[in-house]
């Protein structure tokens, strides 16, 4: 508070007139402990100012997520099947909770806002009145704060499980569009929009690898942002570190290596489609033979549109033996999908081998 100085001891920034003099008559007959008390009170209306501004900033964050989740409960982009319904029930859910917390966030930066009010009062008019005791509204102040950090935890759990059912619900979106186009476009936004939500790099790069093959997938393919999206999938993936969420543990260079395939397969790429392909099925540790068999589903794919019709056997035999094996029905089904295409060229050996197995 700056005071004019030709002005007697009255402060020029009250436009008040009658709070000008009233606070100049009282600095003007204060002693050493009414400045004291002064410079106390001074630091509480600051503190409760702080206080006011950080649950200001906390509930309009949650405001923020609240309509983010309502908009993605109500969105009308969504397909009628499993998991766009898993989707808008995650959405409304999340939405239902951050609705409670948003409202308990409205009554806590109201109490702040009324205790700076008090202690601004306390301050410009009851400075020498010691009839005037704060304790009840110090202790206020204090459990506000005290909450305000329970209340950013609670909000922190809510968006990391949102994070999680969104990541799971995004995965099974990719899959759902890898198998056919008519799921790409919507699986292209639910993946976009999880990936506002992904923090570590490990997630970023599995979802953008996702994105990529959602993008080449599509009915109308974008290759420009496909091969971004894989871009920024190895950018990600080089800077995870070992310390990973649960469900991307196992993202290696092999996975980054036959999407990456896939993706340039479905964008015309074949060339060097094969050979990420073949790379990333020979970098897989044996302990994941179910995703081996996907591999050599991809691979067996990549060698038809070379037109290799017996490496695509051999490749397809392959992995419809680990399917079996490893009890992987998604293998399965993806090598199934190639008995078309083979089954013109039955008078090869392994194709007939394929054939005789994918009927038995």
């Not at 992987?328 to 008995?339: S, W, Y």
Request: with cysteine.
């Amino acid at each position: 508070m700056i005071i004019d100085r030709h002005a007697s001891v009255t402060p020029h920034r009250f436009e008040t007139p009658w709070l000008r003099r009233t606070i100049g008559k009282r600095m003007g007959r204060a002693d050493r402990d009414d400045m004291l008390h002064a410079l106390l009170l001074v630091t509480e209306v600051r503190i409760a100012h702080r206080t006011t501004v950080a649950w200001r900033e906390f509930h309009a964050e949650i405001d923020r997520e609240t309509k983010d989740a309502e908009r993605r409960r109500d969105s009308s982009t969504w397909n009628n099947d499993q998991v766009a319904a898993d989707c808008r029930a995650a959405a409304g859910t999340l939405a239902d909770k951050l609705w409670t917390e948003r409202q308990g966030a409205l009554e806590s930066l109201t109490e702040c806002e009324a205790i700076t009010t008090r202690f601004g009062r306390r301050l410009g008019v009851y400075l020498t009145d010691d009839s005037c005791d704060t304790t009840d509204i110090r202790a206020a102040l204090a459990a506000l704060n005290d909450y305000l950090v329970t209340a950013r935890q609670q909000l922190s759990t809510l968006l990391a499980e949102d994070r999680a059912a969104l990541h799971s619900l995004a995965r099974r979106a990719a899959s759902a569009a890898a198998a056919g186009p008519a799921a790409a476009h919507w699986a292209v936004n639910l993946l976009t929009h999880a990936l506002t939500r992904a923090r570590h790099p490990a997630a970023r790069s599995l979802l953008k690898l996702r994105l990529a093959r959602s993008l080449a997938a599509a009915p109308a393919p974008a290759p420009q942002a496909a091969r971004r999206a894989l871009n920024a999938a190895e950018y990600d993936l080089h800077r995870a570190g070992g310390d990973r969420p649960a469900w991307c543990t196992w993202m290696s260079e092999a996975d980054l290596a036959v999407d990456t395939g896939q993706t340039l397969l479905d964008l015309g790429d074949t060339r060097p489609a094969h050979q990420l392909l073949t790379q990333g099925e020979h970098l897989l540790p044996a302990s994941r033979d179910k995703t081996r068999g996907i591999f050599l589903a991809y691979q067996a794919t990549s060698h038809l549109a070379h037109h290799d019709t017996e490496p695509a056997a051999h490749a397809a035999t392959h992995a419809l033996e680990l399917a079996r094996r490893t009890h992987a029905p998604r293998c399965e089904q993806l090598v199934q999908r190639l008995t078309p295409a083979l089954r013109p060229h039955a008078h090869h050996d392994a194709v007939a081998h394929f054939l005789h197995l994918a009927t038995a």
